[in-house]
């Protein structure tokens, strides 16, 4: 009989480092540890961090999206089947990047030379919308606003370049939380029981590992008295 696959040897594989953290269960998707009180485990796992000086957004990539976005935006305008800004700023970036595939020198360039004034306005613009709102509605604006000020704009140009190789697979799979520490990004796949799905392996795989993010398991297990 074959070997059960676990966790463990997932992370091993794909050499994320696996953490647990006890916490107390009250059902699979409700959880306590500190003052995070019967919440989602991705949430009691956010505020271990914070409580530990991190700023954290659950989000599964969407603040790396938003921000590749804003970087490309006046691009994306300019290509825009529509010719409409508006469009623009709320079109799916996967579907964008499909549309748009012959574009990618120009795309990528924009992002790789974007200055910090362009790239906030742009930022703004599309935060502000109702649509992106709702669209992101775990996407923090002061996180990804604090993110456009550290990311390096190779490694957000590096991202979308991979992202052009296959925009709908790749926008899946990305870990549950977004994590800074002073200037270090990193993220975090949250898990109790289950094991990281085929679109987290590819992530890390495909993406994570040729650009080198920092990336960790973090599994809750039910512990009493917590």
């Known amino acids: 009989m074959p070997k059960r696959t676990t966790l463990e040897d997932q992370c091993t594989a794909v050499a994320w480092p696996l953490r647990q953290l006890a916490a107390a269960k009250y059902s699979e998707k409700k959880w306590s540890l500190g003052t995070a009180a019967r919440v989602a485990p991705e949430q009691v796992v956010a505020a271990h961090l914070e ?52 574009h990618r020198g120009s795309v990528l360039a924009a992002i790789d030379t974007v200055d910090q004034h362009r790239l906030t306005k742009n930022l703004d613009e599309i935060l502000a919308d109702a649509f992106i709102q709702e669209a992101y509605p775990r996407v923090s604006s002061a996180f990804v606003r604090q993110l456009a000020s550290i990311v390096d704009r190779s490694l957000l140009t590096k991202i979308a370049n991979l992202f052009f190789e ?6 899946a799979g990305w870990p549950d939380l977004s994590v800074l520490e002073g200037c270090r990004l990193s993220f975090v796949e949250v898990k109790t029981t289950d094991l990281l799905h085929a679109s987290q392996l590819r992530f890390a795989k495909e993406i994570a590992a040729p650009l080198g993010l920092h990336c960790q398991v973090i599994q809750l297990r039910s512990a009493q008295g917590v």
């Open 166 to 171: 296959k925009p709908y697979e790749y926008r």
């Open 51 to 102: 409580e530990r000086g991190a700023d954290v957004s659950w989000c599964e990539g969407g603040s790396i999206n938003v921000l590749i976005k804003a970087a490309a935006l006046d691009v994306l305008v300019t290509h825009n089947i529509f010719q409409d800004r508006q469009d623009a700023v709320r079109r799916y970036l996967e579907a964008q990047f499909t549309l748009l595939k012959d």
